[in-house]
T-cell receptor, first 111, second 116 residues
Framework: LAKTTQPISMDSYEGQEVNITCSHNNIATNDYITWYQQFPSQGPRFIIQGYKTKVTNEVASLFIPADRKSSTLSLPRVSLSDTAVYYCLVGESTNAGKSTFGDGTTLTVKP | NAGVTQTPKFQVLKTGQSMTLQCAQDMNHNSMYWYRQDPGMGLRLIYYSASEGTTDKGEVPNGYNVSRLNKREFSLRLESAAPSQTSVYFC???????????????FGPGTRLTVL
């Protein structure tokens, strides 16, 4: 399984754009990159997923360079409610979809 | 749809006691997972079931057993609980992934287990 490395914590202010980078040097050809968000006392929730280049949805953007050894989750104009732990996963494209969660990045948004 | 449900929400056990954590999903998903999350840490995969009738070990399977009762239900059993198993346990499910397509996991609300 591809191991991921993320910053332990980040601080930001309301209205700013936040970029969280994840390193996954041994990503396999069939692996996808997925980001989850977790609030205290809740299970993780899917944010965005990608294979290469850029993916955008209503919540975030995901940037993946050509070598796919890293990825960046971009949250536009964060609010206090975006304070959470963000996990980067690199997953197998098999029926099991088994992935490894790292320790995540704790994002704190301040007023 | 209820999504993924887990019972119980909270449980306190004494060392050596046994218990089963229940998980059910109503999304017709093929794959189901059990994770544990220790304070301040990420999730670690205990066991998973790629499809009904199959189970496989994850990163930290020691001290646990699982049963994929049917397509909807996946239970986790602690035969002889130890304080090191104090954690929050999450169940998740995902639909079957076709080649080169990875599907998101849907998580339950978790079971907070304390072993004294």
């Amino acid at each position: 399984l591809a191991k991921t490395t993320q910053p332990i914590s980040m601080d930001s202010y309301e209205g700013q754009e936040v970029n969280i980078t994840c390193s996954h040097n041994n990503i396999a050809t069939n692996d996808y990159i997925t980001w989850y968000q977790q609030f205290p006392s809740q299970g993780p929730r899917f944010i965005i997923q990608g294979y290469k280049t850029k993916v955008t949805n209503e919540v975030a953007s995901l940037f993946i360079p050509a070598d796919r050894k890293s990825s960046t989750l971009s949250l536009p104009r964060v609010s206090l409610s975006d304070t959470a732990v963000y996990y980067c996963l690199v997953g197998e494209s098999t029926n099991a979809g088994k992935s490894t969660f790292g320790d995540g990045t704790t994002l704190t948004v301040k007023p | 749809n209820a999504g993924v449900t887990q019972t119980p929400k909270f449980q306190v056990l004494k060392t050596g006691q046994s218990m089963t954590l229940q998980c059910a999903q109503d999304m017709n998903h093929n794959s189901m997972y059990w994770y544990r999350q220790d304070p301040g840490m990420g999730l670690r995969l205990i066991y998973y079931s790629a499809s009904e009738g199959t189970t496989d070990k994850g990163e930290v399977p020691n001290g646990y057993n699982v049963s994929r009762l049917n397509k909807r239900e996946f239970s986790l059993r602690l035969e002889s609980a130890a304080p090191s198993q104090t954690s929050v346990y999450f169940c998740a499910s995902t639909s079957a992934a076709t080649l080169l397509v990875y599907n998101e996991q849907f998580f339950g609300p978790g079971t907070r287990l304390t072993v004294l």
